[in-house]
């Protein structure tokens, strides 16, 4: 059983930068690809990004490529993810997410931090 927590949202200018964390218990966090998404009003939840339970390999969507960045530390059992030169599309609640079969299947999913960009 893994759980998650999200911390880190807030409001930010347009070109500004912030960093999401995502804390986890349970003793298999080590061995899970982790991930966030992301849910903005009125749209679908999208995959953002994943990163390998070994941290050796990373994978983005294309509309956040060169701007956000996954990290993990497997130690402190956190993922981070690192948003900058924000946009007002960026604009929605992200969510962190465990899953041997990530981005396809996500077993377990935080309840979420918001994230609003203003223009």
């Known amino acids: 059983q893994v759980q998650l927590v999200e911390s880190g949202g807030g409001l930010v200018q347009a070109g500004g930068s912030l960093r999401l964390s995502c804390a986890a218990s349970g003793r298999t966090f080590g061995s899970y690809p982790m991930g966030w998404f992301r849910q903005a009003p009125g749209k679908e939840r999208e995959f953002v990004a994943l990163i390998t339970w070994s941290g050796r390999r990373t994978y983005y969507t294309d509309s956040v490529k060169g701007r956000f960045i996954i990290s993990r530390d497997n130690a402190k059992n956190t993922v981070y993810l690192q948003m900058n030169n924000l946009k007002a599309e960026d604009t929605a609640v992200y969510y962190c997410?465990?899953?041997?079969?990530?981005?396809?299947?996500?077993?377990?999913w935080g309840k979420g931090t918001l994230v609003t960009v203003s223009s």
């Open positions: 997410a465990a899953g041997y079969n990530m981005p396809l299947a996500v077993d377990y």
